[in-house]
Every structure is written in C-alpha cells, then in structure tokens.
C-alpha cells in the first residue's frame, strides 16, 4: 500500500503540469502550487515518508496563513501568523512529522498550536493529535480553521503548553514547534515509553538544534541532534 | 566634530553677506549654543534608543545618519546661498523653530515606519522601509546642521564667539546626555534635546527681521505641547527577548532601572521556565521565575524565593561541572545573570562568591527591587558584588580565586542571531583570558559555558585563545583542558597546571549522571557518536592539538582574537563567502550573523542615500570656476573618510577604556566635536598650502595613530583607575589630533572661497558622501584589519589629503 502511494505520489509530481490533483478537488486554485512545494521542497529535500508527503499535499498551507501572507503559502520560509509567531517552513513541518515515525493509532501531543497547520498534518499520519497554544487568540483561531476543514481528531486547548497536557498522557510521540532552551520535564513525564519526541532547542530564531529524544522501553532518555533549524521560541523557556 | 560637523562651523561665507548683516540681538549665541547641545544629546540618545528597539551596534548607523543630515544641510545651504543671502535671519530662525520639535517627531514617525533590520534579507521590501527609516531619523540633523551653519555662512558678526558656543554646546551635549540617562525612563530621552531646541527656539521669538512673530510662537508652542504629551512608546523588535515575555498571558513588569549602561526591566510571568540547557535527567518542577531584560534582551533570571532555598535544577546544567573539581572554591563570576549565578555558586557548595557586573543599574534592580521576589541571599554563601568593568576589575584586583566563571560566551537567546558580531568583548580576547588567568589559585579553573551551534563556534573559538595563553609560559594546552556537553550547551575548565586521572574520572562520572557527554578528553570509543557530536570533537582536538595559529580551513574564523579586533564573535571569512551563497535559501540561516549583515546592508543604504542627498542636488550646481578636478574630490572625500576612521576607532578601544559603549560614544564623540570645533576656529591661522602641507596634516597623522597608541599601549595601567582619571586620559590622548582635524576642512573652504566659491557644495557634497561611508568603514576595518589599521589608514588619508591641498580650489585637471 505504501509503495503504490509512493508511485502514485512520484507519478503525479512527474506529471504535474499535465495532470490534475486527485485529492485537491477543482476548487482548489492552490493545488499546483502545494504539489510543486510538495516536489521541490519536500521530496526533493529528502523526506520520503509516503504518508508524511501525502499529508503534506493533501493540507492546504494558504488556509492556515493569515490573508496577507496567503500569496507566499507555498514558499520556503515561515510566515507571520501573529503574536510574533510563526509558522514553520513546509519543509520542518515534513521533517518533523516523518523523524517521529507516527503510526495511525499514535496520540501525539504538540505544544505550541500556532496557525494549528502542523497539527493538521500530524493528523492525517497519526490517530489523535493533542495541541496546547498559549495563546488565546491563537489558539481560537486554530480550532476555528481546524473544525471549518473538518479535522475531527485533532483537540486544540489554550494553556502554558510548557505542562503539556496531562489528562490525556501519555503520549506515543510529542511535537514541539516551538524553540525553548531545556526539555521541559513535565513533556518528558508524559511521553510514553517507547515513545518519541522532537522539539527544537536553543535561541528564538536561528542557529537551534532540532533535538530527536527517545524514551526507551525502559524509561531511559536518549537524545540526538538532527538538524540545524529556525523556530519561533517556546515563549519563555 | 566630525568632518561635516566640524564643517558646519566653516567659515564659508557669501560674499554679499559678509560685512553687511547685522547680528541678531544676543540670541545667535545661546541658540547655537542650545542646539549644538540638542544634535550631540541626540546623536547620544538614538544609539541607547535603536539598542532597545533592535541590537546595540548601531553607532554606525547613527553616525551615518548625522553625516548625511549635516552634509546635506552644507549642500542645501550652498546651492540656495543666493536666496537665503536675502533673508538669512529668518532662515536661521526656522531651522531652529522647526529643529527642536523633529527631534521628537523623526522618532515618533520611525516608529511607524515597518522596517526591522531582520527583514533586510527576507523581503525586499524592507529596504524602501529602511531608507525612509534612515532618512526620518538624519531630518533633525540636517535642521540642525542647517541652523548651526547659518551663522557661520552668513556671518552674524564675529565668528569666534559663535565657534566658541557650537563646540562648547556640542560638550554640553554630551555631559547632559551622560546625565539624562539615570533621571528619565529610556523612553524619555528625546524629552532633552526637545527641551533643549525649544529653549533655542525661545531666543528667536522675539528677534525683529525673521519673519511674522506670530508664525514663530504657533510653531514654538505646538513644540512645547509636544513636550507635554507623553513621550513615544519604545517598542522592542518583536523579535526581541523582552516583546516575547511581554506577550505572555499575565507577564508584569516587577522593576525598571535605567542609565548609562542601559535600560533593565524584570517581567514575570507564570509562562517564564528558563533552564538552558538543563539536563533531561532533572525531573523535578523549576520554580517560578521573573526574567531579566537589558535594552529588551534576556540577562538571566531570579528564580522565586530562591534565596532561601536554593532550587534543585540549578545543580543540572553542564556549568555545574566546575564544582565537582574544586571543594569549597572562592567564586569569582563576570556578569549577573539574575541570581541563577549565585545560587548556583550556593547550591554547589561554594564558600564565597564575587560577581563583577558593569551595570550598576542591574545590580540594584536584582539586589533592592527583587529582594521580595527571590528572597535576597543565601545566608551560607558569602557574597559580594561589584558594580565595575570585567577588565577594570582584572587590571585592580589582587586576591585569588579558585573558580572564575564566564557565562553564556554564546547564548540561547535573542544574541544567538549573531547580532553581537560586531560587538566588541574585551573579556574574550587574548588579554582579557590572560588577565583572568592570573587570578586563579595554583589549581584554580576558569570555565566557560554557552551554547552550542552547529557547526560549533564561540565552544570552539575559545579553547584556541585559551591554548594561546596557557601555552605562552610553555607546556601543551591539551591536558589543562576539559570540555563536556549536554544537549545544546557546553562547558569549557581550563586551568594553568595539568588535570589529573582522578579528575578525569570526576568529569566523566558528572557526565554518566547528568545525561552529557565529555568532549574533551575525547572518550575512547566513541564509535556511536552521530555526525554532528564527531563534527564538535573533531573541532575541539584540531583547536588543541593542531597547528596552532591555524585560521582554519573551515567556513568560520575561530582564531583567537585581541584587544586591537576584539570580536569574538565574528566568525565570517570573507573567502567563505561564496560557500554561503552557494548555501543560499538552503541552510544559509544558522550561518547568518546578523550583526555583520545588517553594517555591510547599512553601509550600502547609507551609501545610496547619500548619493540622492549629497550628489544628486549637485547636478543642479553650476560649477563656474575649476576648482581642482580629481585633487579636489580626493581631498574632501579623503577628509570625510579619514575623519570617521579615526573617530569611530577612539570611540571603540574608548568601550575598553571607559567600560561601555554608550560613555565611550559620549566621550568620543563629544570630544572630537568639542576639539575639533575648537581647530575649526583657529584654522584661518594655518590655511596657507605650506603649512597645510607640511605641518597639519602630517601631524594629524601623527598625533592620531600616537594617541591612539597610548591609549592601547596603557590600557593596563588606566583600567584598574577611577573613572574621572580615564575619561581625563582618553580625552587627552583624543585632543591633539582632534583640534587639529578641524582644521583641513574650513581651511580648504576658505581657500575655494576666494577662488571658486561656486565648488563649495561639491566640497560638501563629496565629503558628506565619504563621512556617510566613513562611519561603517570604520567598523569593517576595525573587524578585519584590526583598531590600529584603521586608524593608520586614517592618518595615511590625512597625509594625502595634506599633499593634495595646494591643488584644491587650483585650476588643473578639467
């Protein structure tokens, strides 16, 4: 199944230009543009998880941006979605997504909402998807844009994400979109042995380290740098 | 003054006006003297205030734009002269009327101009954003600029007095900006120079012949309502460390205090959890925090209550190292990071502590204001804290310490942007490890901890200037040496004899509990490290054992560096270039430092600016008479340059000398305005060709290369004094050379005024032009040919423009 998605993927990427988007539906005047960020961007960066692209194509970006950032959904870069937040280049986004390995019936946990975008994409790989903003108006925001498209397994709460989100842990794999300078403890209590989580740490905008942690079945904390990467900082951490 | 201030008092008069205008009844001179004193308090106030709104390091930028401001006055003044030779009074009265409320106004109006220096390379259209940026805040110069030389050029009277109130006003400004900052908010600074211009202002209501009286006292009272409303609120980037914690649900501003080190607020807010580069194995709660905001970038944290019961996670991060190598140690930490420092020093058993923060601001904002919040101090611990210079203190202090600290030489946060890559660290240089390094007892460390990137820098950077100096007395570096790190952060322990087996064995253990691992000594069989850990150990073997000297081939600089190019924190080589463009849109951001970035994109907007402003109008100049072609734009554009290159230069080993950068930018510029102001008024003495030739200008580039060399060479000897005995000493050493650099530029117009009074606003424009460059050249020389380069190039500049002078105003080249 996975490889006749892959082919299917790969053949419609080739033949981009000639065929329409199965999956984007005719009234979407963005489907080009996501496939070809889908091709350059994504596949072409490495990311080969046939379900993280899947995912990838299949969520419109434009309608997670604010409307006057919406003509540069498909670009390689964040975007203001306000309150000094960002969200994330597509690329991070796939990255993150595909390093945590999910499964359909994981429940993940992200902190830091934000435009509720990479929830989105987390949904379409995983069972559950728990989202903490701390932001009231983000966090509105997003559960708005979230139900208007009809993502029905994903929660969003509006709360210091720092404590995750206990009456739902643990958690087989934790997303944080935000940077912060240490692993919260809290997160790490609630990850699930045996579970994964990825979270940018260091400075607020640049020069962070992507941080992949392990929680093996034992309890044990391992961790290991991935990528050099830009965040929008764990507010305050 | 600068060349184009020093220009402004320039006697370049009309040929109309000269003996026939009568002086205005006792006002020029106070009003000269006031709004000399307003430029130099604002020029002053916009480098605290750009540092609050962006990063520090905007002297450049701010100088620039007083450049352009004056330039383009000396131009417009020079292209309308027929015009305003028929009214010159009420010129001289409007420019002042309209001068003291755009110094408040260009601020307010910045303020809505949506540039942010971080944009510059993301989005073209942040560089229109810039230029009207830029523009907005040179509009006060060039009123004043334009009002100051008004005077001058359309004599009201005799000279002399009025030189004597510009650059007296111009010292005035500068004590009065020194003495603003501990009485007002930071964002009440421009309340001075308003002030200042309207109390000009008042000297003009009344004079007969500028113009309707009622006129004037509308536009002075709609001034003075501006002084009564409330001043313009400073809003940090929001990309700023404190515009973050302001947005946090429930955050409150606990204290402020402000002055001349810059402006310090503590926020809490239930969402502050700072623990950089806290172990994972930690997994307790971390207490509430308030966090620590200098000009809006974090400075530490005060844990709550943590005074009396110092909090567990403090004893969790890779600093923490250094305490299972010494028992009991005396202390010696630079900079107050809040009171994480001292509890930490508290938690892990030490016996004494000395914190020596330059802030004195900070020190009463963490000890006074917060005692509530973070319950004063451990009563096991003795501490002391002094509010003076790193280096001061180094140069003074005779005691030992069996531990010295230095934290975060990279840190996690708004400074991870590369933003002090321009920014000079005196600590970090050779000088300053080797002054550190002879405080330490026989078996004491000093240790170093930051952040790690990738691929590692400062980590790495500093274990090559530590070998410099540990192997200066002979011996290898590479086992007085330990280096571990945790998920994003490092420690370095140095010390001058060797470590021990047994020691080893103490790291590794603090390593195995902690979740961290060693770096150096690089742990045997470390097969299973991934490629970005070999990368870091790699580094630090070749910083310890290879070729020592070794630039490296990399795309970084991570060779020590000295007190004559003291930034650590450049890692650029220009030969990595075009590797970084190659990088470009790739992975080119974490390579980014932003400071570097931003002076090479001001330099170019500054530039183009000054082209529109100072080289444009000259189109519409008729140059009647040849005034010496190519010699003559080489002399002015010389002289513009020259003159930034050796004032900008005193002002940066002047942030050595005199402990930070905002006195140190007072001083220098302050003083070279006053001096030079003071050569401006004695130039008509020495303008003949032959003594220009053979006697000024040779001995500016004496004098300016000789007392910046004293300052460098006693730097030791004046950093443990008192302050009043250094500033005495810089200005000293500034004053010879900067009393004779008033010179060249008045001389040389006095010249072309008898001969080809038409090329006078070419002169303007030209050195305008090359003062508006000067002043980011000076920053490039100074990162990449070192201080005393620089201002050697600005003597060999003054020895040109010395063999060009006969030339100028010459009829020669077309």
């Known amino acids: 199944m996975t490889f006749l998605r892959l082919i299917t993927l790969v053949l419609m990427v080739l033949f981009l230009p000639a065929s329409p988007c199965p999956w984007a539906g005719p009234d979407d005047p963005r489907a080009a543009e996501r496939l070809a960020m889908v091709r350059d961007q994504i596949r072409g960066a490495g990311i080969s998880d046939s379900r993280v692209l899947e995912a990838m194509a299949e969520v419109p970006r434009h309608l997670f941006v604010p409307a006057e950032y919406r003509h540069r959904s498909y670009a390689p870069r964040p975007l203001p979605i306000g309150e000094g937040q960002t969200i994330s280049q597509p690329y991070i986004v796939a990255f993150m997504t595909e390093i945590l390995r999910l499964k359909p019936s994981d429940r993940v946990l992200e902190v830091g909402t934000g435009s509720g975008y990479q929830a989105a994409v987390a949904s379409k790989v995983a069972g559950e998807v728990y989202t903490v903003e701390i932001f009231e108006s983000l966090a509105e925001r997003s559960r708005g844009a979230l139900a208007e498209l009809g993502y029905r397994n994903v929660f969003v709460r509006q709360g210091d994400g720092y404590y995750g989100w206990e009456e739902n842990a643990p958690f087989d794999a934790i997303i944080v979109t ?20 990825v979270m940018p740490v260091g400075g607020p905008f640049l020069t962070q380290n992507l941080v992949f942690i392990e929680k093996g079945p034992d309890g044990a904390i391992s961790q290991r740098n991935v990528l050099p990467v830009a965040f929008v900082r764990l507010l305050g951490h | 003054m600068a060349p184009s201030r020093s220009a402004m008092s320039s006697p370049s008069p009309s040929s109309v006006s000269l003996a026939t205008e009568a002086p205005f009844r006792g006002s020029v001179l106070p009003a000269v003297f006031l709004l000399s004193a307003a430029a130099l308090a604002n020029e002053i106030f916009l480098i605290r205030l750009l540092s609050f709104r962006f990063w520090p ?74 230029g009207l940026f830029f523009l907005l805040l040179a509009v006060p110069f060039f009123l004043a600029g334009g009002a100051i030389a008004v005077p001058f050029a359309f004599r009201f009277g005799r000279p002399g007095p009025v030189y004597a109130a510009c650059f007296a006003g111009s010292a005035a400004g500068a004590v009065i900006a020194l003495a603003a900052f501990p009485l007002v908010p930071t964002d009440a600074l421009l309340r001075f120079p308003l002030g200042l211009g309207l109390a000009a ?101 005060v844990p709550s209550g943590g005074g009396k019961d110092p ?141 790690l990137k990738s691929p590692p820098r400062e980590s790495v950077k500093i274990l090559a200037t530590i070998r410099k100096e540990l192997e200066r007395g002979g011996g290898l570096a590479s086992d007085r040496v330990v280096m571990a790190r945790g998920w994003g952060s490092f420690v370095v322990l140095a010390r001058r004899a060797s470590f021990t087996e047994e020691e080893y064995l103490r790291a590794r253990r603090f390593c195995e509990e902690m979740g961290f691992s060693m770096v150096w000594p690089r742990p045997a069989g470390s097969a299973s490290e991934g490629a970005e850990e070999k990368a870091l150990r790699d580094a630090v073997e070749n910083a310890l054992t290879g070729f020592s000297g070794d630039r490296g081939s990399g795309l970084f600089d991570l060779s020590p560096v000295t007190d004559d190019s003291p930034y650590f924190h450049r890692f650029l080589k220009l030969r990595s270039l075009p590797e970084f463009r190659r990088l470009l849109g790739n992975q080119w951001v974490p390579f980014v430092e932003w400071g570097m970035v931003f002076l090479l994109l001001s330099l170019a907007v500054s530039l183009a600016l000054a082209a529109v402003c100072l080289l444009f109008p000259l189109a519409f100049a008729r140059l009647r008479e040849t005034a010496g072609g190519a010699a003559f734009a080489a002399y002015f554009s010389s002289l513009g340059l020259a003159y930034m290159l050796v004032e900008l230069t005193y002002l940066k080993i002047g942030i050595l000398i005199l402990g930070d950068p905002i006195r140190a930018a007072t001083a220098a510029i302050g003083g070279f305005a006053f001096f030079s102001g003071l050569g401006s008024a004695f130039s008509a003495r020495w303008e003949s060709a032959q003594t220009m030739r053979r006697w000024i200008c040779p001995a500016i580039a004496i004098l300016a290369p000789a007392g910046f060399l004293f300052l460098s060479l006693s730097a030791e000897a004046l950093l443990p004094k008192g ?22 530029f008045p001389a040389a117009l006095s010249r072309l005024f008898r001969a080809a009074p038409s090329s006078i606003p070419f002169a303007w424009g030209i050195n305008g032009f090359f003062s508006v460059a000067g002043a980011s050249l000076a920053s490039v020389g100074a990162l990449w040919i070192g201080f005393r380069g620089t201002v050697a190039a600005g003597g060999a500049l003054y020895l040109l423009a010395g063999a060009l002078f006969p030339r100028v105003g010459k009829p020669g080249d077309p």
């Open chain 2, 311 to 451: 909090p567990a996670y403090l004893g969790y991060f890779p600093s923490a190292m250094a305490y299972r190598m010494v028992s009991r140690p005396a202390v010696l930490q630079f900079g107050l990071r809040g009171t994480e420092g001292i509890l930490a020093a508290a938690g892990n058993g030490a016996a004494s502590v000395t914190v020596v923060e330059p802030a004195a601001e900070l020190v009463v904002l963490v000890r006074d204001d917060l005692a509530g919040f973070s319950g004063g101090w451990p009563a096991s611990l003795k501490t002391e804290i002094l509010a003076e210079g790193a280096r001061n203190f180094l140069a003074r202090e005779r005691r030992r310490f069996d531990l010295i600290e230095v934290a975060e030489i990279s840190s996690a946060n708004f400074s991870s942007l590369g933003i002090h890559a321009t920014g000079e660290t005196f600590l970090l240089s050779r000088e300053g490890i080797r002054s550190a390094l002879s405080l330490l007892t026989e078996r004491g460390l000093i240790a170093f901890s930051g952040w």
């Open chain 1, 178 to 197: 935000c940077a912060g300078g240490h692993v919260p403890p809290p997160l790490l209590r609630q990850l699930k042995n045996g579970g994964r989580m």
């Open chain 2, 723 to 744: 302050g009043a005995l250094r500033t005495v000493s810089f200005l000293a050493s500034l004053a010879p050379a900067g009393f004779l650099m008033g010179v060249p």
């Open chain 2, 201 to 301: 202002g008042a000297f003009l209501l009344k004079e007969p012949g500028a113009g309707p009286r009622w006129a004037r006292r509308a536009v002075w009272g709609v001034s003075l309502l501006l002084l009564l409303l409330p001043p313009a609120e400073l809003s940090p980037s929001p990309y700023k460390d404190l515009a973050i914690a302001r947005r946090l649900p429930e955050g409150r501003v606990l204290a402020t205090r402000f002055g001349p080190s810059g402006d310090y607020r503590a926020v809490y807010a239930p969402g502050i959890h700072s623990a950089p580069g806290l172990s994972f194995r930690f997994t307790g709660d971390v207490p509430p925090q308030a966090a620590l905001f200098h000009d809006g970038e974090a400075r530490g944290v």
């Open chain 2, 57 to 130: 390091h905007f002297v450049p930028l701010i100088v620039s734009q007083a450049m352009l401001g004056f330039g383009a006055a000396g131009v417009a003044l020079h292209l309308l002269r027929d015009r305003i030779d028929k009214a010159p009074r009420p010129a001289f009265a409007w420019l002042i009327l309209l001068a003291a409320p755009s110094f408040d106004l260009a601020f307010r109006a910045s303020r809505h101009v949506a540039f942010d220096p971080f944009l510059l390379l993301w989005d073209p259209a942040a560089w229109p954003a810039f």
